[in-house]
């Protein structure tokens, strides 16, 4: 699989599972698990931002 590729449905796998913490943090009053959730969606919307661009240069 090429990189940009893999990039892409990595960053896609921890968008939906940071999600899901933000969720479970908000549903049990958790915070800390809320904020670890949002991080873990924010960065894997970096990590698929960075495959589109691998997949636009080709690498």
Known sequence: MKSGIR???EGTYHE???KVKEVAG???D???L???GIG???AGQVQE???QIKKVWGK
């Open 49 to 51: 931002k960075i495959g």
């Open 16 to 18: 939906v599972k940071g």
């Open 40 to 42: 873990e969606k924010l």
């Open 7 to 9: 990039d892409k449905a």
């Open 30 to 32: 958790n915070p800390e």
């Open 34 to 36: 809320e904020a670890e």
């Open 26 to 28: 908000i549903l049990v």
